[in-house]
């Protein structure tokens, strides 16, 4: 089966709109950093300052959230595809 365009009369997203997206690693040095990086790709205005973060009870793992405007769905699967395909990425909701 394909994935066919979502319409935007049809789409739960109203664009632009702020949306924030979880992101779970390892604790260790440079993993913030990345998903600024990464967050930058997609939305050249994000502001690195807004980042959540919310380690894990242990210390050994950091949640993020970070919060992106999203322009439309194919810029939002384009950024869970590269969040998830990250080394340093356990999990992204």
């Given at each position: 089966m394909m994935n066919r365009?979502?319409?935007p009369?049809?789409?739960?997203?109203e664009y632009?709109?702020?949306?924030?997206?979880?992101?779970?690693g390892a604790h260790v040095e440079g993993f913030e950093a990345a998903i600024v990086a990464v967050a930058l790709q997609f939305d050249p205005?994000?502001?690195?300052?807004?980042?959540e973060r919310r380690p894990s009870a242990g210390g050994n793992y950091l949640?993020?959230?970070i919060t992106v405007t999203a322009t439309?769905?194919?810029q939002l699967d384009e950024l869970y595809r590269t969040l998830t395909s990250h080394?340093?990425?356990?999990v992204v909701l």
């Open positions: 365009p979502i319409p009369e049809e789409s739960l997203i632009p709109s702020a949306f924030p997206i979880k992101v779970m205005e994000f502001d690195p300052d807004s980042v949640g993020l959230t439309s769905r194919d080394p340093m990425v356990k």
